[in-house]
């Protein structure tokens, strides 16, 4: 059964809360903090969907950071398909850092 907007967006915003413990194991901060989150849809049902980008479109790492998305997820909602899509537009840099990222940095 679908859920309400208020249930579908608190959910989102816990999806967003539990990816602030995946690190970007390159530079060491959580990939909330970096902006390479760019958006969490869920579906009101069983899917999220998760577009994200790496720091860079080389990042050896790229499979491993997607699978820990994945598996975050799936810790608090095991029923969940987990959907994770790498995009490259708009291409990350520092400007995309939060405030608290810039500071856990030392960049402000």
């Known amino acids: 059964m679908k859920k309400s907007p208020e ?12 990816l602030k413990q995946v690190i970007d194991p390159e530079i ?17 049902d069983k899917t999220v969907y998760v577009e994200m ?7 050896p790492l790229s499979d491993a950071l997607v699978q ?16 994770v899509e790498l995009v490259f537009d708009p291409p990350w840099d520092t400007s995309m850092i939060s405030e608290e990222g810039k500071k856990k940095l030392g960049m402000l």
């Open 7 to 18: 249930e579908i967006k608190k959910i989102e915003n816990e999806i967003y809360e539990l």
């Open 68 to 83: 820990t998305v994945e598996n975050i997820i799936k810790q608090k909602y095991p029923d969940f398909d987990v959907k």
């Open 28 to 44: 060491g901060i959580d990939i909330i903090n970096l902006g390479l989150v760019y958006n969490i849809v869920y579906d009101g």
């Open 53 to 59: 980008t790496l720091s860079t479109p080389a990042c």
